[in-house]
């Protein structure tokens, strides 16, 4: 029997912060890739996750939420945001539905145009279906996002519980251009273990803080050790603006980092399958949001 063809594409996943496209990034490929918080701005650089299904690949990339830039650190996210669009086959926009009629001020008329200015398939994930009591409530923004004719297909969805995802790419799926697969359909993304672990101790400051500190933070892995036998090393440095906030991360005789630091080791362990010994260094670099050559050093 002659090998079916396969279809190969990628699809960006775009929208406001917060609306739950990390979350539904992992739903799809099944494991935890993009880090996940109840703060907007999570997400800071495209992570790429391989979805491999028969003679079928798809890979998604997870994007910063769109915002206004007010920072350097902004613009490098917008930046991602902007060249996901542009080497994708395909675009899925998410909105969360909880937030009602609001969801609808992500699409601005300057951002309709630039999305209509895109010429490959773009569909719409209407996301948080769960949070609805009344799952009707989001009939009438489905009719008021298709009267907008740019999105080719809308779907419903709960990325948090699941719901209809697999549905949404069987669909999505009827979209793809012939091709041979990107990736090794056992390769999971293109990120490396450093870029996770460094991920996934920023997650951990995220959850530990609230107000500026999530904010100003940043994570670099200084130290990487695989070893035949035993713990693998770790050391990262968490780099904060200021003094003040070191002290604050440090906490009163270090407890607070002592914290962040297991809860940090635990995620990492359960990444990598493989027990670790993570030390964390705080370290100042004032204003490093603000200035180029430290956010490329940090790879933006
Ligand atoms: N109820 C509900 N909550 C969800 C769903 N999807 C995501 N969330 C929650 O929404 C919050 C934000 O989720 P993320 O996946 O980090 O959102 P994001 O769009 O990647 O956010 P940024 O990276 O900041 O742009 C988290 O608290 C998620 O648990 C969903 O389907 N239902
Ligand atoms: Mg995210």
Redesign the pocket.
Known sequence: MPDQEKHYGCIAII?R???????LMNAIIGTKLSI???K????RKNVLGVYTEGNTQMTFLDT??VLTPRYELHRSMMENVRVSLESADAVLVVVDVSLGKPAYSFLTQEFREALAAVSKPIFMAL??M??LDDKKIALPMMDEFRRMNIFCELFAI????DKFVKDMLGVITGYLPEGEFGYDPEQLSDRTERFFVAELIRETVFMAFDDEIPYSVEVAIAEFRERERGKWYIAADIIVERESQKKILIGAKGTKIKEIGASARKKAEEHLEHPVFLELFVKVREHWRERKATLRGLGY
């Open positions: 929208g912060p917060n609306v739950g496209k990390s979350t996940v918080t109840p907007p701005q999570t997400t910063p939420g996301n948080k769960d949070a709960s990325a948090l519980q």
